[in-house]
């Protein structure tokens, strides 16, 4: 079972970040939050992983709260093209191990 | 990024049919890769693991007489549908990990979409 919830949907306007929250309240101290998003009848495409520091890369900015039961991934300007299933995934670094993915949040990026 | 190729990226057949579908990491060595199932507007589920130079790893309720994986070299591993028959209908995805890598991301392919009619 996924160890994740996040909301099933959400919209923003097109060149507005987008917040996408991620609860994860029962993560353990050696596994790492994951994001993926898949756009439709695409294979999944990563996009940002962190452990308990705040990550930043190309595409968007991860923020995991200092408990790490939760965590927001941000798209600071978001275009027509983001718009995906995004999968927020926590798993053990542990090399073999597979992703448990679970129903992600469908973001609508409007124009 | 590290890039994973499937290939076909569709494919129609008549049920009884077999159905191979491959998985290459083209820029990098994968001793372990991952087969998922993705049905319409539900997750991706995942069928197996695939393991270079051993048997695959199924998870509960995949028949692995009817899902044969094959992952004979470190760049390449293969799902045949076996009989297919119209519920075998579906996205199947694959994964991999570069060994070479120190990180935990799995990069996925672009998935095969297969049709039995």
């Known amino acids: 079972d996924a160890k994740t919830t996040q909301p099933t949907s959400m919209d923003c306007a097109e060149g507005r970040a987008a917040n996408l929250p991620c609860n994860h309240s029962?993560?353990?101290?050696?596994?790492?939050v994951y994001w993926y998003r898949q756009i439709h009848s695409q294979g999944p495409q990563y996009i940002i992983h962190?452990?308990?520091n705040n990550e930043t890369n190309e595409m968007a900015s991860l923020i995991i709260t200092e408990d790490r039961k939760s965590s927001t991934l941000i798209l600071p300007h978001a275009t027509l093209r983001d718009t995906a299933v995004y999968y927020c995934?926590?798993?053990?670094?542990?090399?073999?191990?597979?992703?448990?993915f679970g129903p992600g949040t469908r973001l609508s990026v409007l124009p | 990024g590290a890039v994973v190729s499937q290939h076909p990226s569709w494919v129609i057949c008549k049920s009884g049919t077999s159905v191979k579908i491959e998985c290459r990491s083209l820029?990098?060595?994968?001793?372990?890769m991952f087969w998922y199932r993705q049905f319409p507007k539900q997750s991706l589920m995942l069928m197996a693991t695939?393991?270079?130079?051993?048997?695959?790893?199924?998870e509960q309720g995949v028949e692995k007489d009817k899902f044969l994986i094959n992952h004979a070299s470190l760049t390449l591993s293969t799902l045949t549908v076996t009989s297919a028959h119209p519920e075998d209908s579906s996205f199947y995805i694959c994964?991999?990990?570069?060994?070479?890598?120190?990180?935990?991301?799995?990069?996925f392919g672009e998935g095969s979409r297969l049709t039995v009619l």
């Open positions: 962190g452990l308990k």
């Open positions: 820029d990098f060595q994968a001793t372990t």
């Open positions: 994964s991999a990990r570069s060994d070479r890598r120190n990180t935990g991301e799995l990069f």
């Open positions: 695939s393991n270079e130079g051993s048997k695959a790893t199924y």
């Open positions: 029962t993560i353990s101290g050696n596994e790492y």
């Open positions: 995934i926590v798993r053990a670094d542990n090399y073999g191990q597979n992703f448990v």
